[in-house]
């Protein structure tokens, strides 16, 4: 369980902050290690410290940053993709966690400053009633501080004491809620709340690729495959514009009830493989336990491509020397073309109802296997150390 409380909330006192966003998850670029190392009171500067509380302490003392005088929960308002579906928002707060909180997937991080990086989380809402109560909030909450990141506007609204937002807290006590990263211990964690009724946002996939494999062929593999998936190719190579499209209509249109990925092969070439119905994987040590968990693309492709078919040993553990995690199919494709990796695989995006069915059982996802798009940047807030 855990409890999301109001928070004093670290603010920048300069309205460059606003321009020192980050995504947790991405790796840094050169061009951005030097800018933001000019930079030295860009949040990233609190996330690589080897003691954070003690920047932040310092950052205070010499007025970088400013401590709010109340506890508060914030509302961070960002753009969907599709402007019709209006603002996609989460509940900033004060994550205690408890006994029996569990991450939504298997740790591949823990967060080294959680008072710094925002963990997202999800948190059921059948009947909608906290994406209400936070719609209702926002047309009267002040804003704090708003810009553009991603090509997407964004808002942060403080939301003062009331009745609406105690119902807000009391909600989130109440519902099932589970960060997507691991959370340390017992020290409040900054964390930024999605309720799973909200419109405009998506889950992302996390596409794999692997390189190492001394007997891998192409040809032999999607003889071997075909046990137990049909194999569609893709007919135009995937190198062009016009096989990118294909590929991602053939992925996108897999009928209900199916399981699919995309295998992206050497010169361009993909092949759907649709795993087939009634296959029992009960008997498979690959499979996992949890029924739930077996329907998912995901771990389909851990225990009957990667494990079962190539041979390879916990392909979804992190850190494996074989398997490695892609965000794009563009890329994913680009490395293959340039042999970077012998083989990937492009997955599907979880449903919103499978994941709430993940969360309803009480399990795990394997790891890395989602991203949340938009996802709350860093640095846009810190959470006081000393609450």
């Not at 708003?146 to 003062?160: S, Y």
């Not at 009391?170 to 340390?184: C, G, T």
Request: aromatic share 6%.
């Amino acid at each position: 369980m855990a409890r999301v409380l109001p928070f004093r909330a670290l603010l920048h006192t300069s309205e460059a902050g606003q321009e020192w966003l980050w995504h947790a998850h991405l790796p840094l670029s050169d061009a951005d290690r030097r800018a933001w190392a000019e930079e030295p009171h860009h949040g990233i500067h609190l996330a690589k410290a080897i003691d954070p509380r003690a920047r932040l302490v310092d950052w205070m003392a010499s007025g970088v940053l400013r401590r709010e005088n109340r506890p508060a929960f914030h509302l961070l308002e960002v753009a969907s993709a599709r402007p019709e579906e209006g603002p996609v928002r989460f509940v900033l707060g004060a994550l205690h966690p408890e006994e029996g909180l569990e991450a939504l997937e298997e740790a591949t991080r823990d967060t080294s400053a959680p008072w710094v990086e925002p963990t997202a989380a999800l948190a059921a809402d059948d009947d909608g009633a906290l994406r209400a109560l936070l719609a209702d909030a926002a047309e009267r909450a002040p804003i704090v501080a708003m810009g553009v990141l991603d090509e997407r506007p964004w808002r942060l609204l403080r939301l003062t004491a009331s009745p609406s937002t105690r119902r807000i807290q009391a909600l989130l006590q109440e519902r099932p809620l589970r960060p997507l990263s691991a959370v340390r211990g017992s020290a409040p964690h900054l964390v930024a709340v999605l309720p799973l009724s909200e419109s405009g946002w998506r889950f992302r996939p996390i596409h794999r690729a692997i390189q190492g494999l001394e007997t891998f062929q192409p040809e032999r593999f999607l003889q071997l495959v075909s046990a137990y998936a049909r194999v569609f190719p893709v007919d135009a190579p995937m190198t062009s514009q016009e096989g990118l499209a294909e590929a991602r209509e053939r992925l996108a249109s897999v009928p209900a009830g199916y399981h699919a990925v995309l295998a992206v092969l050497p010169e361009g070439r993909g092949h759907l493989l649709r795993f087939r119905q009634g296959l029992d994987l009960s008997h498979l040590p690959a499979a996992p336990r949890n029924p739930t968990l077996r329907s998912l693309d995901l771990a389909l492709l851990n225990a009957l491509v990667l494990r079962t078919v190539l041979g390879l040993k916990e392909p979804g553990a992190p850190g494996h020397p074989n398997v490695f995690t892609v965000s794009s199919l563009e890329q994913l494709v680009d490395q293959v073309r340039l042999g970077i990796f012998q083989a990937g695989f492009a997955l599907n995006p979880p449903p919103a109802w499978e994941v709430r069915a993940v969360m309803e059982a009480r399990a795990k996802l394997p790891p890395r296997t989602l991203r949340l798009a938009p996802e709350p940047p860093a640095g846009l807030l810190f959470l006081d150390p000393e609450l």
